[in-house]
């Protein structure tokens, strides 16, 4: 309610809610949706969050911003949590960040 609420009085287009480990949730101005985060073995959540927004603007530099539908949010998210997912399997901060076919590997695991 309240990422809605934001979102209509300030007009943002893209609204991204972390649900730690629930997974996350997205709003864009036609769209909304909510991924469950991945199930890991996790060690320490240090570089999770910067993980998970590091991996939502590659999603963005990489398809152009615009107003994104239900699959691009899901996509964006899956990605993102997976990512977020994996460095907390791991002890550190920066020196733990996952590959990206590591983190492709973990969501074809995971489906």
């Known amino acids: 309610k309240a990422a809605m609420q934001l979102k209509t009085e300030y007009n943002i287009p893209l609204i991204l809610v972390s ?30 969050g910067d993980t998970f927004g590091a991996c939502v603007l590659h999603y963005v530099l990489e398809h152009g911003f615009y ?29 733990v960040m996952p590959a990206k076919e590591e983190v492709e590997e973990l969501i074809k695991i995971k489906k």
């Open 19 to 48: 649900l730690g480990k629930e997974g996350s949730m997205a709003f864009s101005d036609s769209a909304w949706t909510e991924v469950p985060a991945y199930k890991v073995a996790t060690i320490e959540t240090t570089g999770a």
């Open 67 to 95: 107003d994104y539908g239900k699959e691009e949010l899901t996509q964006m998210l899956t990605f993102a949590n997976g990512a977020a997912a994996l460095v907390t399997t791991r002890k550190g901060a920066l020196s």
